[in-house]
Structure formats: structure tokens, C-alpha cells
């Protein structure tokens, strides 16, 4: 058996997230359908890097699978993108060490996430971004920003529907940037918690409206209680962009 570490992209509008779950459809489902059809109906598991919640995309989602096959990368592309549907591409496939894990050798990973601020929502910018059409002061939130770079206990930027004890992670990037009628934020670090970007991201647009202040991160962050932090923002602005090994 020969293991492979691969890259896909996809458009999570119609999902409930990458992992296989009892109900809704999933990206993890869809692979291994395809990869099912490539080996006459013998299952084909696939571990990924990590969950994404419903309706998040991805640029750069990385997973690995055992295969008997022995096909160069140009092939499985092919072959498995001819069985996927239109909202998922395998970008690449390559061989990889028999104890690769795509889960367990993470480093880090980029988040993105798309702030869509026209007057006047846009239609084709609906599934891919999120809409919020109110003054937002940028440089407010990038100082708020830097109180957040760094390793801390982010129990108060997390779900509290997480199930990990350990909650102290590592930021090493917040970058936020305004291109036209978009803002977009930028997120890398060692390792995100459930919803952290997506809580991260709601409370920077409460410092951006005025609601709280620059200064008041650290309190919210040393509170390690949920209910201090914003809002969870929307899933369909936010993108896995890339995943870092060793």
C-alpha cells in the first residue's frame, strides 16, 4: 500500500462541513465515493488536516489516503475530479512516507476570511463572502488585532461546544487589508480551536463599529469566558488557504 498526501479545494456552500457525519452531505463523503468507484468498490479512508464546519471553503484543504494503486499525481487528479461534483477539485497528489499523517504533522495553517462592505449587496458574492454594510473603522480593528498575536488561552475566542481542554494557541499573523469594497483577514497560526477565526473575526467588527475599544481585547482574552467575546461570524466568508508541515 503506498500512501498519499493530496490538496483540494471546495466551494462548502451545499456541505455540513469536511468530516463524515449521520446527516448531511460532506466533502469527506464525496471523496471517498469517487475514490470507492477508482478501487471496484473497496472503501478508501481519508484523513484530512482537520474539520471544517458547514458551509466554509477551502483553498487548500490537505488529506491523506493508502492506495495499492501506483499512479503518478497527473492521474489521480484527473481521474478522481472526472467523479467529484462541480464544487470540489483535487488540486494534487503525491507520494508520501508510510507514517505521514495529514492530521498529526500539522504545523500550521492561514485561514482567510472575506468581508464584503458595499452599499448594495451583491448577488455573486453571496456564498463566497460575508455581508456587512456598515462603516467600519479598519485601524481600530488592526490594533485591536495585535493584542491577539501571540500565544494565549483563547477560551474566550472558541465555541463552547469545544471538547479540547488544552485551549492555548499560537497567532503568529493578523493581517487585515481593504481591497475595494472587501476586507480581508488574514489568520496564521499553529492551530485554531472551533470557531476561533470565525469569533476572532466577530469581534473585530465590534471594535470597527465602536461597540468596544482596542484595549478591551486583552480583558476579553484574560476573562476566558465566551459570552465576552462577539459574535460568531458568518461560516460562508471564511476559507482554509493553507495547510504547513514539517
Known amino acids: 500500500m503506498q500512501r498519499y498526501k493530496a490538496k483540494i479545494a471546495y466551494d462548502g456552500s451545499r456541505y455540513s462541513g469536511f468530516q463524515i457525519q449521520p446527516n448531511?452531505?460532506?466533502?469527506?463523503?464525496?471523496?471517498?465515493?469517487?475514490?470507492?468507484?477508482?478501487?471496484?468498490?473497496?472503501?478508501?479512508?481519508?484523513?484530512?488536516?482537520?474539520?471544517?464546519?458547514?458551509?466554509?471553503?477551502?483553498?487548500?484543504?490537505?488529506?491523506?489516503?493508502?492506495?495499492?494503486?501506483?499512479l503518478p499525481s497527473e492521474r489521480w487528479v484527473n481521474a478522481v475530479n472526472g467523479l467529484l461534483p462541480y464544487d470540489l477539485s483535487l488540486l494534487e497528489?503525491?507520494?508520501?512516507?508510510?507514517?505521514?499523517?495529514?492530521?498529526?504533522?500539522?504545523?500550521?495553517?492561514?485561514?482567510?476570511?472575506?468581508?464584503?462592505?458595499?452599499?448594495?449587496?451583491?448577488?455573486?458574492?453571496?456564498?463566497?463572502?460575508?455581508?456587512?454594510?456598515?462603516?467600519?473603522?479598519?485601524?481600530?480593528?488592526?490594533?485591536?488585532?495585535?493584542?491577539?498575536?501571540?500565544?494565549?488561552?483563547?477560551?474566550?475566542?472558541?465555541?463552547?461546544?469545544?471538547?479540547?481542554?488544552?485551549?492555548?494557541?499560537?497567532?503568529?499573523?493578523?493581517?487585515?487589508?481593504?481591497?475595494?469594497?472587501?476586507?480581508?483577514?488574514?489568520?496564521?497560526?499553529t492551530g485554531f480551536l472551533y470557531n476561533m477565526v470565525r469569533i476572532i473575526v466577530g469581534t473585530l467588527l465590534k471594535v470597527g463599529s465602536g461597540k468596544i475599544k482596542p484595549g478591551d481585547i486583552p480583558e476579553i482574552l484574560a476573562a476566558h469566558d465566551r459570552k465576552r467575546a462577539g459574535k460568531t461570524a458568518a461560516a460562508k466568508g471564511l476559507y482554509l488557504w493553507e495547510v504547513y508541515y514539517k
Not at 110 to 117: E, G
Open 24 to 70: 448531511g452531505r460532506t466533502v469527506q463523503e464525496e471523496l471517498e465515493k469517487a475514490l470507492k468507484k477508482m478501487h471496484k468498490g473497496s472503501l478508501v479512508k481519508v484523513t484530512s488536516s482537520g474539520r471544517t464546519d458547514a458551509g466554509v471553503h477551502a483553498r487548500g484543504q490537505v488529506f491523506h489516503f493508502d492506495s495499492p494503486l501506483l
Open 93 to 189: 497528489v503525491e507520494k508520501a512516507d508510510p507514517d505521514f499523517h495529514a492530521r498529526y504533522d500539522v504545523v500550521g495553517k492561514t485561514y482567510k476570511y472575506f468581508l464584503y462592505t458595499g452599499k448594495i449587496r451583491d448577488p455573486f458574492k453571496h456564498h463566497f463572502t460575508s455581508y456587512y454594510p456598515y462603516k467600519l473603522n479598519v485601524e481600530q480593528m488592526r490594533e485591536a488585532a495585535e493584542y491577539l498575536v501571540g500565544t494565549f488561552d483563547f477560551t474566550s475566542f472558541c465555541s463552547a461546544k469545544t471538547t479540547k481542554e488544552n485551549r492555548v494557541r499560537t497567532i503568529s499573523v493578523i493581517d487585515i487589508e481593504v481591497v475595494g469594497d472587501e476586507i480581508i483577514f488574514t489568520f496564521t497560526g
